[in-house]
């Protein structure tokens, strides 16, 4: 702490951020829980209904549960892809011993591009008719037979609408946990291998518990980020076909923007907000127990 | 995401191995370096694709193989894209909210840091909680708010519109960013400036902006990524061509032609993604630099 600061300069310095973060994120975040509790289309008078929104929501309405679930399910996908990819790719870099500096920078590049062309992208890795690269390489290997329209197949669309999600990010992932790798002491790892440790066993009894802390702090962005995933879905299929690939972020954009129905989008948004208070305060728990055992 | 980049790298650690293991651990190099080397085509090859895709004639790409390599190489795409679409237009559009977004979120971001860092105050543990709901929350809870909030005092269809919650958004991590690099500026520079008698607007101006300048870099860099490709606060606020930003831009590229001409998409495509990359690059090495030169000085 500064000596002579005064309680204006702290003012000075700390309101502007504060009213900025206020107005776009802060108020926005009370608005929608006022905004749930009505029944307005933005036009007509608003109509105060109470926990209805709430009851339709959680009792009536089959579309948000489909969601839901599709939600977990693109979750999941893009964990696996983001984390376990960044995980395997960073522990092979460390063993390199040339190139790593390429290859951090080639393994990033898809965070640079936007989502628009990610779905231009994808469109066409996906087809079928005319045939896409995925189909492609099923033919070229022999497999011609599992080819398949991967977007419009309710079976496939949504691990295909999850997939660039994973793809894009996970070289971000792999960075962190690339650095800290790096930082866990080669005498530890060293002492475990004279002891006759074999790669998997210092891997998992001294690199991983080390690198825990990043982990756990990846574990939390890579969550966050993919429950607020929806450029991707949005523009592949618009959660289509049916609702085999909605989420709860482009179902809430469609009840606000399409359907014009704000209250109960609103109702939404709070459960997308407490849904990610909830997995954070989750990972925290199962991994920090996980430490202590 | 943003956490790598104050993370000093540490140097390699593969040279104190004892003689024996040397051999069994260059064929393990090897073999590791052709897996690495197939991932990193995999990771990249869709991209490749999009430029391969955008020199290719549209005969060749609709008759021919579209994933083979072209038989001719061609700049036509690049010219009906540029006179089908509004690129010209999309790219200035994305300078100016990319640029004053970053503005606001250095800034400010610094500014905040500087108050919960470095003066200090009672509340300051309440006031990162309440920053550390930024990062958590989805960005789509504040589109219906805003909106109607943009609706009612006429903000709808401003670079305003779009600038406010991607810097608000980004601010969390910005402070993050800038009070995790304060922490290591010694107290005594601070104390001797008092005793100099700096007040705390000139030790902010002449001591912890000019020590600040790398992480606004970072910050800088990290944030236009995602702000010239943000898509869903352009897509809720935006409702006229005049402000389209790149991602919009592309978007309607499809709609606008009636038949997919997919050439010129991702000829559009390519335009669009180029000035980041090139950015990226270059930032990168420089980033890589200062990063490196940082940890052997510590």
Known sequence: ?293 | MTLTATRPIRPSEQESLPRPRRRQLHLQRKLTGVIVALIVIVQVYPLAWLFITSVRTEQDFAGGNPFALPTEITFDNYTRAFATGNLGLNILNSLIVTVGAIVVIVFLGMMGAYALQVLGFRFSKFVRALFLIGIIVPVQVALVPLFVDYAAVNLLDTYQSIIIPLAGFALPTSIYLFSSFYEYIPGEIYEAASLDGAGPYRIFGQITLPLSVNTMVTVAMVNSIFIWNDFIFANTFVLTDDLKTIPLGLQNYIGAMGKVDWTATFAAVCVSITPLLLVFLVLNKAMTYSLASGATKG
């Open chain 1, 1 to 293: 702490m500064l000596p002579q600061r005064s309680r204006l300069s702290v003012l000075v310095f700390l309101l502007p951020p504060l009213a900025l973060y206020g107005i776009a994120v802060l108020l926005p975040i009370f608005q929608s829980l006022f905004l749930s509790f009505f029944d307005w289309d933005g036009i007509s008078p608003m109509l105060f209904v109470g926990f209805e929104n709430y009851i339709r929501m959680f009792t009536g309405d089959t579309v948000f549960w489909i969601a839901f679930r599709n939600t977990l399910g693109y979750v999941v996908i893009c964990l696996v892809l983001q984390l376990g990819g960044a995980l395997i790719v960073a522990s092979l870099l460390t063993l390199l011993r040339r190139g790593r500096e390429v290859v951090k920078t080639l393994y990033i590049l898809p965070a640079v591009i936007s989502t628009v062309a990610i779905a231009f992208l994808f469109q066409r890795i996906y087809s079928l008719d005319p045939e896409g690269l995925i189909n492609q390489v099923l033919e070229f290997i022999g497999l011609g037979n599992l080819q398949n329209a991967w977007l419009s197949d309710v079976g496939t669309v949504l691990a295909a609408v999850s997939v660039p999600e994973g793809w894009r990010f996970t070289g971000l992932y792999m960075l962190i946990i690339y650095a800290a790798l790096l930082a866990v002491p080669a005498e530890l790892e060293e002492a475990a291998k004279l002891d006759g440790a074999s790669w998997w066993q210092t891997f998992w009894r001294i690199r991983f518990p080390y690198i825990r802390p990043v982990w756990i702090t990846t574990t939390i962005i890579a969550t966050t980020n993919a429950l607020r995933g929806f450029d991707i879905p949005y523009l592949l299929t618009n959660g289509g076909p049916g609702q085999s690939s909605e989420l709860l972020t482009t179902y809430m954009y469609k009840t606000a923007f399409t359907s014009t129905n704000y209250g109960y989008a609103s109702t939404i948004s709070v459960f997308v907000v407490v849904e990610c208070l909830v997995a954070v305060g989750l990972i925290f728990l199962l991994l920090r127990r996980k430490a202590d055992a």
